[in-house]
Antibody, heavy 119, light 108 residues
């Protein structure tokens, strides 16, 4: 049973760069069963897919965020990461790491980490 | 870019009733790449249906998905108290973004 856990700062200042890491336990990111991705949810709003990365390093990004987002994967640590540059208040949200998009019959999500952007 | 529309926005039903949720796409989606998720307050989403009609691991058979092309449906045959939540569809075809619909809230 995979477990995913997000880590990173809870507060970032406007124009700074956010870095979040997802640590995978109970399995390996070096599997062709899953994509590893990030989804965010602004307070009281719906789900927004940010991007996904395969264990080979192949990435998919949301076009609306592509200019500011970079995903990376560290197979030696079973971690994958998100960096989001030039953040604004509109980036305030709960950020989830997950096996997204779905590829097989199960999926796994972290509990989410609240990121606030404020000076 | 594909846009997903979900209807209704809110569905007010009682336990034991049937729920029918709609997800409509602005362009053709291969049915292989349409999923449904359930999200309860304060929790991450949970995959219910993938490939438009295949139930995810551990999902009760009261949940079923159907549809093709641009029109997809999630049906909950008999609502249980734990089914009152927000439901999202997601398309994940060949081209990103792998967007979610705006959601349907099923409440009591």
């Amino acid at each position: 049973q995979l477990q995913l856990q997000e880590s990173g700062p809870g507060l970032v200042k406007p124009s700074e760069t956010l870095s979040l890491t997802c640590t995978v336990s109970g399995g390996s990111v070096s599997t062709n069963n899953y994509y590893w991705g990030w989804v965010r949810q602004a307070p009281g709003k719906g789900l927004e897919w940010i991007g996904s990365i395969y264990f080979t390093g192949y990435t998919y990004y949301s076009p609306s965020l592509k200019s500011r987002v970079t995903l990376s994967i560290d197979t030696s640590k079973d971690q994958f990461s998100l960096t989001l540059s030039d953040v604004t208040a509109a980036d305030t949200a709960v950020y989830y790491c997950a096996t997204t998009p779905p590829t097989i019959a199960d999926d796994y999500w972290g509990q989410g980490i609240l990121l606030s952007v404020s000076s | 870019e594909i846009v997903l529309t979900q209807s209704p926005g809110t569905l007010s039903l009682s336990p034991g009733e049937r729920a029918t949720l709609s997800c409509r796409a602005s362009q053709f989606i291969s049915s292989r790449f349409l999923a449904w998720f359930q999200q309860k307050s304060g929790q991450p989403p949970r995959l219910l249906i993938y490939g438009a009609s295949s139930r995810a691991t551990g999902i009760p058979d009261r949940f079923s998905g159907s549809g093709s092309g641009t029109d997809f449906t999630l049906t909950i045959s008999r609502l249980e108290p734990e089914d009152f939540a927000v439901y999202y569809c997601q398309q994940y075809g060949n081209s990103p973004p792998f967007i979610f619909g705006p959601g349907t809230k099923v409440d009591f």
